[in-house]
């Protein structure tokens, strides 16, 4: 009871200091969060601030338990499945409290989502209400939740609700940029035989010329070709559609639209700053975007997410506009890219599906 009073009394103590945004750094699987030790806390009085056990805190920190902590030491406090969620998910005694990431230069929403457990891109938007495509450096966004105790707990004040996470019909991601349009559904692949319910014939399945489809101002990013196995099915598009399962390229015959979508924007872009020039690889990724109605994406390490880039095939000298989604993957298969292109970009250059010599111009 005597400890239990004390707790009730320091308890403002405690969240005074604590009244800041908590936010998360380090890598998976090894997150943490700092805590700048007060006037008399311990590992034990951090471990229920935090809901984690001391004999956790104290050797993540390469300390002893029985040591102590000093006034102003900063602690590293886990987090682990025990404290920390990114489902909403709190027992009856718990309440969850935002752990915010702070956004760095040129970091974009799939990169973010990438780096902390590959959290849906949607679920991020939907959390932190976000309703474009790109994020601005340094602001803080929502990347899971602090599971704490009520009654232990200062943090607990600082407790807010989890906004509701909606999926849309057949996983097709909603966003104020969708259209319906018609689109060919083609491919290059023998397609099944079924039975017509008719006349319980076998006929070779055509493709629908005038079928309906979302298309979400987003590309879906597949590996390159050559590590892609053959498609059994057309999957929807979703921002939670692994890489695996997603559907082979399609053969489609490219339309010419005199650059794109984005032309006037990076005419604008030009003339409000000056211009960079670059030179060098380019490979392609899948996306069901830009075929009807000409939105090029692409993905590059210099150019800010948000930044429209004419892009030159040196070997045609065809050109195309295309906005920059995020950062191109970290990964072998990108080594000497300057960039990666959506398909139907690709196709109005004539690249094809195979890298090749291109220059890039934007606005700095």
Request: net charge positive; glycine share 6%.
């Amino acid at each position: 009871m005597k400890r239990l009073l004390i707790l009730i009394i320091c308890l403002p103590l405690f969240a005074t200091a604590q009244n800041k945004p908590l936010v998360i750094e380090g890598v998976a699987p090894g997150f943490y969060m700092t805590h700048t030790v007060a006037p008399k806390e311990t590992f034990y009085s951090i471990g229920r601030m935090y809901n984690i056990s001391p004999k956790e805190i104290a050797p993540f920190n390469n300390m002893q338990l029985d040591k102590g902590l000093n006034r102003d030491q900063v602690v590293k406090v886990p987090l682990t499945a025990a404290n920390f969620v990114q489902e909403n998910n709190a027992a009856t005694d718990e309440v969850l409290v935002p752990v915010y990431h702070t956004v760095k230069d040129k970091e974009g929403l799939l990169k973010i989502s990438s780096s902390f457990n590959k959290i849906p891109v949607e679920k991020l938007k939907q959390w932190n209400n976000i309703k474009g495509e790109s994020v601005n450096s340094g602001a803080k966004l929502i990347v899971g939740y602090l599971k704490v105790k009520k009654e232990l707990s200062p943090l607990a004040s600082m407790a807010k609700p989890v906004p509701a996470v909606t999926s849309s019909k057949d996983n097709v991601v909603k966003t104020p940029s969708v259209k319906e349009t018609t689109k060919p559904v083609v491919s290059n692949e023998t397609l099944p035989v079924v039975k017509n319910p008719a006349n319980e014939k076998a006929q070779e399945v055509k493709p629908k010329e005038t079928e309906t489809v979302k298309v979400v101002e987003k590309p879906v990013i597949d590996k390159p070709v050559a590590e892609q196995k053959p498609a059994k099915k057309d999957l929807p598009v979703s921002e939670n559609t692994s890489e695996a399962a997603r559907p082979a390229a399609t053969t489609r015959t490219a339309k010419n639209f005199n650059g794109g979508y984005f032309k006037n924007d990076f005419d604008k872009q030009s003339r409000s700053g000056s211009t960079k020039n670059e030179f060098g690889a380019a490979a392609i990724f899948k996306s069901t975007s830009g075929w009807e109605d000409g939105k090029y994406y692409c993905l590059h390490n210099t150019a800010t997410p948000g930044t429209i880039i004419k892009v030159t095939n040196t070997a045609t000298g065809k050109s195309i506009y295309a906005k920059v989604l995020d950062l191109i993957p970290d990964i072998s298969q990108n080594n000497g890219l300057l960039l990666r292109l959506s398909n139907a970009a690709a196709g109005e250059l004539g690249a094809g599906e195979t890298r090749f010599d291109c220059t890039v111009s934007y606005s700095k």
